[in-house]
């Protein structure tokens, strides 16, 4: 992540001096959380700054201007001094590149896989120096916890920092921060004598200033800054906790989208059952208009029925029971049954005498209207009353 400042309401938990302090950077002026305020009460985001004790300062010179081949280069000089984590590789090292001429002072941070358990997850993670605005070209001494902490800037910017135990003496402590200054001058990290600034009750830059340095007036209230912030490094825990975070986000998407999918597919089969049910409704009125329809028609299709066989295209019914009558005497011939049925044509009737049942039927067998018919005729039957009863039949031929 590159470093950008302070949002709307950012919190910078440090340890200082003997306490956790939570600071709120918003509007541009900190302003210092009560102890029953919790570290994100409001915050839009809580910054962690890792006391300097537990973060090693690298400084390494790097030859060319290229800021491409920096990393390697870098990674290399680490190796070789024992300084590469070995868990994070470079994911545990956060370097700042300080171009100076045709070379590059790299500014290594080396932090650890872990922090202790009683700091909490923060949002991001910036060792404590980075998160100061010191003084240019000094080195600026504050207190966390049971150490001392003397931060080397180069300009503005933070080139080393270095922990002591803080009940050394003033006269060692005055030793020790010569040593560092003849060190960082020597392999010139730092390009001159640094002045010193001391923002540790009871111990005055004057009484600790190595020989050649300007020791600083009356030091300001120590505030945090997220000027020279870079939060490109976090915790393996912090790192879980964000990818958690990162999987139950990703299964609300892709909850939200099934969700979001079923509720698609129930409007679409709500819609299409709406359609079917549309539809099937305007069939089931038009079947009862059709029903309607046909009851008009039934009737019709009654009288049709019975009429039907008279007016068959293929037998001529009318026709066939017109040549019938026309063979009939005026008297003496009585007609019971007239038929038609499977291709055959069918006269039953009475004759007053049997030669008048015999003298119809020859009629009828030589008819012009019954030619091709191959007419037969039963006995005729005689009764008590001397009638008789015929039965005339054929075969209707094709039209």
Not at 54 to 81: F, H, M, N, Y
Not at 261 to 268: K, L, P, T
């Amino acid at each position: 992540m590159t470093r950008r400042g302070p949002v709307s309401s950012d919190v910078v938990v440090r340890l200082y001096e003997e306490a956790w302090q939570r600071w709120r950077l918003s509007g541009g002026s900190p302003q210092l959380l009560a102890a029953e305020e919790g570290p994100a009460d409001g915050a839009t985001r809580v910054i962690h700054a890792v006391p300097a004790r537990r973060v090693i300062a690298t400084p390494l010179w790097i030859e060319g201007a290229d800021a491409a081949l920096a990393p390697e280069t870098v990674k290399l000089e680490l190796e070789v001094r024992g300084l590469l984590p070995r868990a994070q590789g470079m994911g545990g090292a956060v370097v700042r590149l300080l171009p100076q001429e045709n070379r590059q002072l790299a500014v290594v941070a080396t932090f650890p896989p872990e922090l202790p358990e009683e700091n909490s997850i923060a949002d991001a993670y910036d060792v404590s120096p980075f998160l100061l605005d010191l003084p240019a070209d000094a080195v600026t001494l504050w207190r966390e916890g049971d150490d001392l902490v003397a931060a080397f800037t180069r300009g503005e910017a933070v080139v080393y920092w270095e922990t002591i135990d803080r009940s050394v003496p003033a006269e060692e402590l005055q030793t020790w921060l010569g040593v560092l200054d003849l060190r960082l001058r020597g392999e010139a990290i730092i390009d001159r004598a640094p002045k010193v600034m001391s923002w540790v009750e009871g111990l005055p830059a004057a009484r600790i200033a190595p020989a050649g340095c300007e020791a600083m007036g009356a030091a300001p209230e120590s505030r945090p800054s997220l000027k020279h912030a870079r939060f490109e490094w976090k915790p393996v825990s912090a790192q879980q906790a964000d990818l958690q975070r990162l999987r139950r986000e990703q299964i609300k998407r892709v909850v939200l989208i099934v969700a979001a999918v079923y509720v698609v597919i129930a409007a679409g089969f709500t819609l299409y059952f709406g359609a079917l049910r549309w539809k099937i409704s305007r069939l089931a009125n038009e079947t009862t208009q059709l029903k309607a329809e046909v009851e008009k028609f039934q009737p019709i299709a009654r009288d049709w029925t019975m009429i039907a066989p008279t007016v068959e295209p293929e037998q001529f019914p009318l026709e066939i029971l017109s040549g019938v009558v026309t063979g009939m005497p005026p008297q003496g011939i009585r007609l019971i049954r007239f038929k038609i049925e499977g291709g055959s044509v069918g006269v039953e009737g009475e004759a007053d005498t049997f030669q008048m049942a015999t003298d119809f039927y020859n009629a009828l067998a030589t008819a012009e209207s019954f030619h091709g018919f191959n007419l037969q005729s039963d006995t005729p039957q005689m009764k008590a009353n001397n009638s008789a009863s015929f039965n005339i039949h054929g075969a209707i031929p094709p039209p």
